[in-house]
């Protein structure tokens, strides 16, 4: 499960998979999006950027590609 979580006061989105981001709900943030897919999840947070900063894991989103290229 991807989730987009939103921090308004900071101007960031997140896109992850790790579940210890949920502590991140303690913090002040909120999850927007749930996606069982890493990409779909990435393109809606992109979709939803103004002026916030988005980030990602480097590591889920080379998993994506390298799982996708295994297959192919």
């Not at 790790?18 to 069982?36: F, H, S, T």
């Amino acid at each position: 499960m991807y989730r987009v979580l939103v921090n308004k006061s900071l101007d960031r989105i997140l896109v992850t998979g790790k579940e210890r981001d949920l502590r991140l709900l303690d913090e002040g943030w909120e999850i927007v999006y749930e996606a069982g897919d890493w990409e779909e999840a990435f393109e809606y947070a992109m979709e939803i950027a103004e002026d916030e900063i988005v980030e990602w894991y480097y590591d889920e989103a080379v998993k994506k590609k390298v799982h996708v290229l295994a297959f192919a």
